[in-house]
């Protein structure tokens, strides 16, 4: 199949490469909804869907997965849903903020507004439980991880690196510079879907406390 490559990653589980990665976001929800894999995790690159070795071996997963994507249509899916959500950055919050405004040469205004401009989509969740990756930052902004990483990150921070930025669905260590804390909660225990944002969700961000 000359726009997708199939390859089997241990004994339970069929990656999915596209030639677009754009694609993945569409293929991840298309195959969580078909029903027909036990989880669909999608990566970087790839979309990974896990299987039941017991009732089925690897290779009827692959010759599975090869039938379901002759019947694929990228552009049939619609986007990802829309997430609103509120970013506050005062000063308790914000604990990078101003030395990363400061090294872009941009007051702190000039740098968030960079930032909530950007045509954001949650790229992938990984790292610890509910940790988002959000690309589409402007690529104009820079930065660096922390020299010394953090024993705890408060849960709802929100990280920003290089053509990304991470939010913290659960409180824990790490490493990216901080430019402030959503008041949304990421995670609710008691939601039918427990964390807020998915793969392919496109992200608004809207600053309070500045």
Do not use: C
């Amino acid at each position: 199949m000359k726009d997708f490559q199939i390859f089997l990653i241990g004994d339970d589980a069929v990656a999915v490469q596209p030639s677009d990665r754009i694609v993945r976001h569409p293929l991840a929800r298309s195959l969580r909804s078909s029903g027909e894999w036990v989880d669909v995790v999608p990566g970087k690159e790839i979309v990974a869907a896990q299987f039941n070795p017991a009732s089925l071996s690897p290779k009827d997963a692959v010759r599975r997965m090869e039938a379901w994507l002759e019947g694929f249509h990228a552009d049939s899916d619609q986007e990802g849903e829309v997430v609103d959500l509120h970013l506050d950055t005062s000063s308790a919050n914000a604990l990078d903020l101003e030395h990363l405004a400061a090294s872009n040469e941009l007051s702190p205004a000039a740098f968030l507004e960079k930032v909530t401009q950007s045509d954001l989509v949650v790229d992938m969740l990984g790292f610890t439980p509910g940790f988002a990756y959000v690309e589409g930052l402007d690529p104009v902004l820079k930065a660096e991880r922390l020299a010394v990483p953090r024993q705890r990150v408060a849960a709802g921070s929100v990280g920003l690196l290089q053509g990304q930025l991470g939010l913290y669905g659960l409180s824990g260590p790490g490493g990216w510079p901080i430019i402030g804390r959503l008041t949304n909660r990421l995670f609710d225990p008691h939601r039918e879907r427990p964390f807020l944002l998915t793969e392919g969700t496109r992200v608004r961000l809207n600053l309070v406390g500045r």
